[in-house]
């Protein structure tokens, strides 16, 4: 599982790059920028989920073998 949510962390990065090429720094908010922010934003959504997921997994794993 760990090794499953560091590659979604990538991927989601990954994205964020992809998207950041997609914004027009001119006409920020027209077009196919506006897809790209929103894209840029649910990519950060994404990994702060994921982050916060594998945390809790590594708290479940310390209070497991108390």
Known sequence: MKIFT???IVLA???IVF???ILDFD?????DSVVGL???A???CAIF???IFRMSK???EKTKDR
């Open 13 to 15: 990065l990954a994205l």
């Open 42 to 44: 649910a990519s950060f």
């Open 27 to 31: 006409h920020l908010f027209e077009g």
């Open 38 to 40: 929103i894209g840029i």
């Open 49 to 51: 989920i994921l982050l």
């Open 19 to 21: 998207n950041i090429t």
């Open 6 to 8: 560091y590659i979604l």
């Open 58 to 60: 590594m708290i479940e």
